[in-house]
C-alpha cells in the first residue's frame, strides 16, 4: 500500500502538532456537486452504493474537485439493518423507509448478526478500489452508524424529527431494546474491522440522533455500545465519534479512548474543550447553512471558528453534513481558507 503523502488528518489523531489544521466536510461526496448529481441521473442510491466502481467515483469527486484533507467512503449507515435483514428503501427527497420495523421479541427473530463479508462485501471492494486511485494522496475514513441510531430508524420505520417511537420503545421494552442495541453493536464492530482491514485509514461513528436522548438516556442507550466499538476498533485505527448534540456527555465519550469527537456548531469550542479535555482532538464545527452566506463572510467566519479552536488538535469540518444547495466556490472556499490559516 502506498505512503499517504498527506497524512494531516491522521497525525492530528494522533495527537502530534501539526503545520496546519486539517480539513474535510461531512457529506463531501455527495449532493452539492453537480458530478455526482450527474451519477444520481443516472443510478438509484442503493445501486450508487453497492457498485465499487460508483461508490468510488463519487469518494474522489471532492478530494479532486474541493481539495479536502480526507476522502470518506460513499456509503450509508443504513447499510447496517439492510444486512441483517430488513428491508430498507431509500426515497429521493423522501428519505429511508423500513417497511417491517422492530417493535415486538418475535420481529427480532426476523434479524441476525450477518457475516460482514457476504452480506457487505461491496463496502470493501470499494474501499480497494478507492486507496488504489487515491494512490496515498489523502487518508480514506471510513464510517459507520452508532447503534442507538440505527435503532432508531429499525424502530420507527422512517426518518423522524424525534423518533418518539424509537424512545418508547425503550422505555417500555428496555431489555429488548438492549438486545436489538447489542446486535447492532456487535455488527457494527465486525463491519468496522473489515472496513480497516480492507484499507480505510480511520473511521467516523455518526450518532445522529444522539441528542434526543437526556444525559442519563444517552449513557444508557448509546454511549456504552459507542464505548464497546472505540474498545474494539481503535487498537488498529484511530475512531471519531460525532454525536450530534451530545454534548452533556463529552467528557464520557472522551473517556472511552476515541481519538477524536465531532461536535456540532451549538457547541462553543471553549466549552467542548473544556468538557472533553485537553488531550483528544476536536472536529468541527462550521454551521452549514453558513455556507450559504457571501464568500467574504464566510472567510471571516470560519477564521473566527479556526482561532476558537487554537489551531492544534482540531480537524475543521462541518457540525454536520453539508446542504444540498450549497454552491460548489462556497465549498471550496471554506476548504481554501483553513488550508490558507496560520494562528495569530
Not at 457529506?27 to 453537480?34: E, K, T
Not at 445501486?47 to 468510488?56: D, F, G, I, N, Y
Not at 449513557?219 to 454534548?247: D, M, N, R
Request: aromatic share 8%.
Amino acid at each position: 500500500m502506498s505512503v499517504i503523502k498527506n497524512d494531516l488528518i491522521l497525525r492530528t489523531l494522533r495527537g502530534e502538532k501539526t503545520e496546519r489544521v486539517p480539513v474535510w466536510m461531512m457529506r463531501q461526496a455527495g449532493r452539492y456537486l453537480p458530478e455526482y448529481m450527474e451519477l444520481r441521473r443516472k443510478y438509484g442510491f442503493f445501486e450508487r452504493c453497492q457498485t465499487p466502481e460508483l461508490a468510488c467515483e463519487i469518494t474522489l469527486q471532492p478530494v479532486d474537485i474541493i481539495g479536502v484533507d480526507a476522502a470518506i467512503l460513499f456509503s450509508d449507515i443504513l447499510v447496517v439493518p439492510q444486512a441483517m435483514g430488513l428491508e430498507v428503501q431509500l426515497i429521493e427527497s423522501k428519505g429511508p423507509i423500513l417497511p417491517n420495523p422492530i417493535q415486538t421479541s418475535n420481529d427480532l427473530q426476523r434479524i441476525h448478526t450477518p457475516d460482514v463479508h457476504e452480506s457487505l462485501g461491496y463496502v470493501f471492494k470499494a474501499i480497494h478500489l478507492i486507496k488504489q486511485e487515491l494512490n496515498g494522496r489523502v487518508p480514506l475514513i471510513g464510517f459507520a452508524g452508532a447503534p442507538w441510531t440505527l435503532l432508531c430508524y429499525m424502530v420507527q420505520g422512517k426518518g423522524s424529527k424525534t423518533f418518539d417511537e424509537a424512545k418508547a420503545f425503550c422505555y417500555q421494552q428496555p431489555q429488548l431494546a438492549h438486545q436489538l442495541l447489542q446486535m447492532i453493536t456487535n455488527t457494527t464492530i465486525a463491519y468496522l474491522h473489515q472496513q480497516v482491514a480492507s484499507g480505510a485509514d480511520t473511521v467516523q461513528v455518526f450518532d445522529s440522533w444522539g441528542g434526543l436522548l437526556s444525559k442519563a438516556d444517552f449513557e444508557t442507550y448509546s454511549l456504552p455500545y459507542l464505548e464497546q466499538i472505540v474498545k474494539a476498533i481503535q487498537p488498529i485505527a484511530p475512531v471519531i465519534l460525532f454525536a450530534k448534540g451530545a454534548w452533556y456527555s463529552l467528557t464520557e465519550m472522551a473517556n472511552t479512548g476515541a481519538a477524536a469527537l465531532g461536535i456540532d456548531w451549538c457547541t462553543p469550542p471553549n466549552i467542548a474543550r473544556q468538557l472533553a479535555g485537553e488531550k483528544i482532538t476536536l472536529q468541527g464545527n462550521f454551521d452549514p447553512a453558513k455556507l450559504l452566506s457571501p464568500i467574504s463572510e464566510i472567510k471571516k467566519e470560519v477564521k473566527n471558528m479556526l482561532q476558537a479552536f487554537g489551531g492544534q488538535h482540531h480537524i475543521a469540518n462541518l457540525g454536520h453534513g453539508i446542504l444540498p444547495n450549497v454552491p460548489v466556490d462556497h465549498a471550496k472556499a471554506f476548504v481554501d481558507t483553513v488550508k490558507e490559516w496560520q494562528p495569530n
